[in-house]
């Protein structure tokens, strides 16, 4: 258990600093200084000049990937038998990983479109929060007893860490779409754009979406903070939901950050790479809470 928990949490820090560099290389106009894929520029080891040191360290890191997802398929598929939720988590880490590798073949194609841009940032996001699901997985002690009902997975703490996880992962993609499309300036002013709510121009009507989202997922954040500490009696669901919560409260302060001070790099990789963050502390708080019915009856008490 504690060798493929291991190798879970390494698989999804390469794919996150998979992410960060995927996202520094984009937002620094640096995505098509590899304009063939897999290789780059038709060599294994390009020259580096020009921005291609990040687009080609972006990849090292994704393929970097492939062998810890190797391992911890092979170690998941030897306790199958002992925590069988491990297999369609390990099923959704596969098949996320091939259609990621493909993805970023498409998006050197179309040379960084805002969808293809969206659906492999989403799609990556999806495959760390399956790894992260994995790691929490492999939590459950071994002696542990199946939930007596699915109604303790179906509480109401865990819907709404559900609703809030779903909102900050769409929040997020809509957000990439925001960044790749050169809609991050759209409106320059606060909560409204120019003085009015509606607004007909696309980049005007996308970077309001963006922030209605927004909006709702802080909602659904402080009512899901809440409830966690109201009714949750579980530690780490209470610490990785404060976290998440902690992170969104930052996401909204650079977020108003990178509209007053004009979108500066640095605080629009900020913004990037706390949006990853938050998503993944919610999704642990998700996968916690998920899995409380399967804790002894010691740790499930805990105060």
């Given at each position: 258990?504690?060798?493929?928990?291991?190798f879970?949490?390494?698989?999804?820090?390469?794919?996150?600093?998979?992410?960060?560099?995927?996202?520094?290389?984009?937002?620094?106009?640096?995505?098509?200084?590899?304009?063939?894929w897999?290789l780059?520029?038709?060599?294994?080891?390009?020259?580096?000049?020009?921005?291609?040191?990040?687009?080609?360290?972006?990849?090292?890191?994704a393929?970097?990937?492939a062998p810890?997802?190797?391992?911890?398929?092979y170690?998941?598929?030897?306790?199958r038998?002992?925590?069988p939720?491990?297999?369609?988590?390990?099923?959704?880490?596969?098949?996320?990983?091939?259609?990621?590798?493909?993805?970023?073949?498409?998006?050197v194609?179309?040379?960084?479109s805002?969808?293809?841009?969206?659906?492999?940032?989403?799609t990556?996001?999806?495959?760390?929060?399956s790894l992260?699901?994995?790691?929490?997985?492999?939590?459950?002690?071994?002696?542990?007893n199946?939930?007596?009902?699915?109604?303790?997975a179906?509480?109401?703490?865990?819907?709404?860490?559900?609703?809030?996880?779903?909102?900050?992962?769409?929040?997020?993609?809509?957000?990439?779409?925001?960044?790749?499309s050169?809609?991050?300036?759209?409106?320059?002013t606060?909560?409204?754009?120019?003085?009015?709510?509606?607004?007909?121009?696309?980049?005007q009507?996308v970077?309001?979406l963006?922030?209605?989202?927004?909006?709702i997922?802080?909602?659904?954040?402080?009512v899901a903070?809440?409830?966690?500490?109201?009714r949750?009696?579980?530690?780490?669901?209470r610490?990785?939901a404060?976290?998440?919560f902690?992170?969104?409260?930052?996401?909204?302060?650079?977020?108003?950050?990178?509209?007053?001070?004009?979108?500066?790099?640095?605080?629009?990789?900020?913004h990037?790479?706390?949006?990853?963050l938050?998503?993944?502390?919610?999704?642990s708080?998700?996968?916690?809470?998920l899995?409380?019915?399967?804790?002894?009856?010691?740790?499930?008490?805990?105060?």
């Amino acid at each position: 258990m504690r060798n493929l928990r291991r190798f879970a949490i390494a698989a999804a820090i390469v794919g996150f600093g998979a992410v960060l560099l995927g996202s520094w290389t984009r937002i620094n106009g640096a995505g098509m200084t590899c304009p063939d894929w897999p290789l780059c520029h038709g060599k294994l080891i390009p020259s580096m000049s020009d921005g291609t040191i990040w687009e080609w360290s972006h990849r090292l890191f994704a393929f970097s990937t492939a062998p810890l997802v190797a391992i911890v398929a092979y170690l998941a598929f030897r306790l199958r038998a002992r925590l069988p939720l491990l297999r369609p988590l390990v099923a959704a880490v596969a098949a996320l990983f091939l259609v990621q590798v493909l993805l970023g073949a498409a998006t050197v194609k179309l040379g960084n479109s805002p969808i293809s841009v969206v659906l492999h940032w989403g799609t990556a996001m999806a495959f760390i929060a399956s790894l992260v699901a994995i790691a929490v997985v492999t939590t459950i002690p071994e002696n542990a007893n199946a939930p007596r009902s699915i109604a303790a997975a179906a509480s109401s703490v865990s819907s709404l860490l559900l609703a809030t996880t779903i909102s900050a992962f769409v929040t997020m993609c809509v957000g990439a779409y925001v960044s790749s499309s050169g809609a991050g300036l759209a409106c320059l002013t606060l909560p409204t754009c120019a003085g009015h709510v509606l607004v007909a121009q696309p980049a005007q009507q996308v970077q309001m979406l963006h922030r209605s989202l927004a909006a709702i997922t802080f909602v659904l954040s402080v009512v899901a903070t809440i409830v966690v500490f109201l009714r949750e009696p579980s530690r780490r669901v209470r610490a990785t939901a404060a976290v998440g919560f902690a992170l969104l409260c930052t996401q909204v302060l650079l977020g108003l950050m990178n509209v007053a001070l004009r979108l500066p790099t640095d605080l629009r990789e900020a913004h990037a790479a706390n949006a990853a963050l938050l998503f993944i502390a919610y999704c642990s708080a998700l996968s916690f809470s998920l899995i409380r019915g399967f804790q002894l009856p010691r740790e499930s008490s805990l105060p």
